[in-house]
């Protein structure tokens, strides 16, 4: 969706039952149905993965999307990962009691570099227990993890990306679901859905230029 107009850019039908593969391709879809140098891309936390950050980044693509929270030690009353400021300038990471966590070695997981931290004073810390189990706590920093970073200052910026996400993109989500009816889609294969959806999304935005520009507008700019 594009957040000026209100148009559907691209779109795609998936059988996969989760969204983390889809950002890149719909980002660099989107890019290339724009024809823009750059894009910025808004997602929910349901697009997270690494791999497809690193990927919107390498085609000129800044995302911004919440980082899920994979482990419950928060609603238990301990420290997560975000608790621990990572201090470019000393390649460490400090944590909640002001300790530093030095740079130990690199290694590869899912394709990706990532980096350990940890200190020995974890077994001197009066709140061990509310940060780790083990004998020390460590942290790990994949390569492009300051994509990471800028994702979150962008996220507790003024501009609230999120709040202009919703706004964007529930809207048309929600009126094709309801044009659709609770039957949804009525055509079987996924060939034929996607024609299907693309017949749908084709109405949206017809619908949308006419409020957009009139009907006459939209009947001259067809020829062109």
């Known amino acids: 969706m594009d957040t000026e107009t209100h148009i559907i850019v691209t779109h795609d039908v998936t059988n996969k039952g989760f969204d983390r593969d889809q950002l890149s391709p719909m980002a660099i879809a989107a890019k290339e149905a724009l024809g823009c140098g750059k894009l910025h891309a808004l997602a929910d936390k349901g697009y997270y993965s690494g791999v497809e950050i690193t990927a919107c980044d390498k085609a000129g693509i800044t995302v911004t999307m919440p980082r899920p929270e994979t482990s419950g030690n928060r609603s238990q009353g301990m420290y997560?990962?975000?608790?621990?400021?990572?201090?470019?300038?000393?390649?460490?990471?400090?944590?909640?009691?002001?300790?530093?966590?030095?740079?130990?070695?690199?290694r590869e997981e899912d394709g990706l570099q990532v980096r350990r931290y940890w200190t020995n004073e974890c077994q001197h810390c009066p709140v061990k227990s509310r940060c780790t189990t083990g004998t020390e706590r460590r942290v790990?920093?994949?390569?492009?993890?300051?994509l990471v970073d800028e994702m979150r200052d962008r996220l507790r910026s003024a501009a609230d990306p999120m709040t202009l996400?919703?706004?964007?993109?529930?809207?048309?989500?929600?009126?094709?679901?309801?044009?659709?009816?609770?039957?949804?889609?009525?055509?079987?294969?996924?060939?034929?859905?996607?024609?299907?959806?693309?017949?749908?999304?084709?109405?949206?935005?017809?619908?949308?230029m006419v409020t957009l520009?009139?009907?006459?507008?939209?009947?001259a700019a067809i020829p062109a």
């Open 213 to 219: 520009v009139g009907i006459k507008g939209l009947m």
């Open 80 to 106: 997560v990962k975000a608790d621990f400021k990572y201090d470019a300038a000393r390649d460490v990471y400090v944590c909640p009691t002001g300790d530093a966590l030095t740079y130990r070695y690199t």
């Open 140 to 146: 790990t920093r994949w390569e492009y993890e300051h």
């Open 165 to 208: 996400r919703r706004s964007t993109v529930e809207h048309p989500f929600g009126t094709i679901k309801a044009w659709m009816g609770t039957t949804h889609f009525l055509m079987r294969r996924l060939k034929n859905v996607r024609t299907e959806m693309a017949l749908n999304v084709l109405a949206y935005n017809i619908k949308r």
